[in-house]
């Protein structure tokens, strides 16, 4: 009895798994059905209209060929057994109507052939949608992997100029409190050989005067080398000090006059937005200051919306109509810095002497400005 009991549960086990698959079977089914029977009234419907129409035109003008678009919407929007069973119908509507309009007697070879041509034409029609839904999905297939290498490359390049920019952060660093402090004090001690030596009155006061001024210029180039590098301003208070700071510092370089206009707070939340953009300006700005012999440089920041515009103009000696994107490294280090950050960036002659590069990037409004961009 107990070994009977035991053997209970194998045999019922396989009847409750055929149950289960028949119940996911008829819920697949009663969620195609309702297409199905759309299609299905459908091309009842029409082969009906066109028995009828067969019927007023007289046996001795069929309408085979208007069957086949009940026949096309069947084997296409369904399948080979459901375009042939239209074509059943269709030749069973059509042997009627004719009889029914007289015919002495039906047409049984001309009806063969009929459905033979029927058959065929639903068969074609059937592998002709099988192979676009095949090349669809292959096509789809494609589409996702390339979208999946555009992705991981856009990710790429961001680990990339992270990278980049702790790099240039660290380099600016060391310059500024190794090399800069180490020039420092070399400074002093050559000004306090000065001092002595200019008490003695000895000629070589004039040579130690030279070594002092050297070295401070040397402290000067430190500084730019250490700010071209990485901006104390942007980390601490934000792109639009950071942005005046540029604009100070290229204006002592270069003995230029290079003036910022932007607001007090840029509504720039991310750091790497921020740092892209100041690399975009800082990069315009000195190559208009050397290589355009610009006396003028503007850097403006302007909000529009949901748009923030960057725009840097001179009055240099301009670019090009032209302008090749396989030339100037720095244009294209701009261009790719935009492009990390989802901006876009133009670069044109200006309308009077000189040339402007804008940068657009499309930012939260205001009132969304406590999300991060």
Same mark, same amino acid.
């Given at each position: &009895?107990?070994?009977?009991?035991?053997?209970?549960?194998?045999?019922?086990?396989?009847?409750?798994?055929?149950?289960?698959?028949? $119940?996911?079977?008829?819920?697949?089914?009663?969620?195609?059905? +309702?297409?199905?029977?759309?299609?299905?009234?459908?091309?009842?419907?029409?082969?009906?209209?066109? @028995?009828?129409?067969?019927?007023?035109?007289?046996?001795?003008?069929?309408?085979?060929?208007?069957?086949?678009?009940?026949?096309?919407?069947?084997?296409?929007?369904?399948?080979?057994?459901?375009?042939?069973?239209?074509?059943?119908?269709?030749?069973?509507?059509?042997?009627?109507?004719?009889? #029914?309009?007289?015919? +002495?007697?039906?047409?049984?070879? *001309?009806?063969? &052939?009929?459905?033979?041509?029927?058959?065929?034409?639903?068969?074609?029609?059937?592998?002709?949608?099988?192979?676009?839904?095949?090349?669809?999905?292959?096509?789809?297939?494609?589409? #996702?992997?390339?979208?999946?290498?555009?992705?991981? $490359?856009?990710?790429?390049?961001?680990?990339?100029?992270?990278?980049?920019?702790?790099?240039?952060?660290?380099?600016?660093?060391?310059?500024?409190?190794?090399?800069?402090?180490?020039?420092?004090?070399?400074?002093?001690?050559?000004?306090?050989?000065?001092?002595?030596?200019?008490?003695?009155?000895? +000629?070589?006061?004039?040579?130690?005067? !030279?070594?002092?001024?050297?070295?401070?210029?040397?402290?000067?180039?430190?500084?730019?080398?250490?700010?071209?590098?990485?901006? +104390?301003?942007?980390?601490?208070?934000?792109?639009?000090?950071?942005?005046?700071?540029?604009?100070?510092?290229?204006?002592?370089?270069?003995?230029?006059?290079?003036?910022?206009?932007?607001?007090?707070?840029?509504?720039?939340?991310?750091?790497?937005?921020?740092?892209?953009?100041?690399?975009?300006?800082?990069?315009?700005?000195?190559?208009?200051?050397?290589?355009?012999?610009?006396?003028?440089?503007?850097?403006?920041?302007?909000?529009?919306?949901?748009?923030?515009?960057?725009?840097?103009?001179? *009055? @240099?000696?301009?670019?090009?109509?032209?302008?090749?994107?396989?030339? @100037?490294?720095?244009?294209?280090? &701009?261009?790719?810095?935009?492009?990390?950050?989802?901006?876009?960036?133009?670069?044109? $002659? *200006?309308?009077?002497?000189?040339?402007?590069?804008?940068? !657009?990037?499309?930012?939260? *409004?205001?009132?969304?400005?406590?999300? #991060?961009?």
């Amino acid at each position: &009895m107990c070994s009977e009991l035991t053997k209970l549960p194998t045999k019922t086990a396989p009847r409750r798994i055929e149950l289960r698959k028949i $119940r996911i079977n008829v819920a697949n089914l009663s969620r195609v059905l +309702p297409g199905w029977k759309v299609l299905l009234t459908t091309c009842l419907f029409l082969v009906g209209v066109i @028995g009828y129409a067969d019927y007023q035109t007289g046996y001795d003008r069929p309408l085979l060929l208007f069957y086949l678009l009940p026949i096309s919407l069947a084997a296409w929007f369904g399948s080979f057994l459901g375009g042939l069973g239209i074509a059943v119908v269709s030749i069973a509507v059509s042997m009627l109507s004719d009889v #029914a309009a007289g015919s +002495p007697a039906p047409g049984f070879w *001309n009806s063969g &052939m009929a459905f033979v041509s029927y058959a065929l034409f639903a068969g074609v029609l059937s592998k002709l949608r099988t192979l676009v839904g095949e090349l669809d999905r292959r096509v789809e297939e494609r589409t #996702a992997a390339l979208q999946r290498e555009v992705a991981e $490359r856009q990710r790429l390049d961001r680990e990339i100029a992270q990278v980049a920019d702790r790099e240039r952060r660290r380099l600016g660093q060391d310059l500024h409190d190794r090399l800069g402090q180490h020039l420092t004090g070399t400074a002093l001690a050559a000004q306090v050989l000065k001092d002595k030596l200019a008490t003695k009155s000895v +000629p070589e006061a004039s040579e130690a005067e !030279k070594l002092v001024r050297y070295v401070e210029e040397g402290i000067d180039l430190t500084r730019n080398l250490a700010r071209g590098f990485f901006s +104390p301003e942007l980390e601490a208070e934000g792109l639009s000090v950071a942005l005046e700071g540029l604009a100070e510092n290229i204006s002592e370089r270069f003995a230029i006059n290079c003036i910022f206009h932007g607001e007090e707070s840029i509504p720039v939340r991310d750091s790497a937005v921020a740092t892209q953009l100041y690399r975009i300006a800082q990069e315009a700005a000195t190559n208009a200051a050397k290589h355009a012999a610009a006396e003028n440089i503007d850097i403006r920041v302007t909000v529009n919306g949901s748009e923030l515009v960057l725009a840097i103009s001179d *009055n @240099g000696v301009g670019i090009p109509d032209k302008l090749s994107d396989s030339k @100037g490294l720095g244009l294209r280090l &701009m261009r790719h810095g935009a492009a990390l950050i989802g901006a876009t960036l133009s670069v044109q $002659r *200006n309308r009077g002497r000189g040339t402007v590069a804008t940068c !657009k990037l499309r930012i939260p *409004n205001h009132s969304e400005s406590s999300i #991060a961009i």
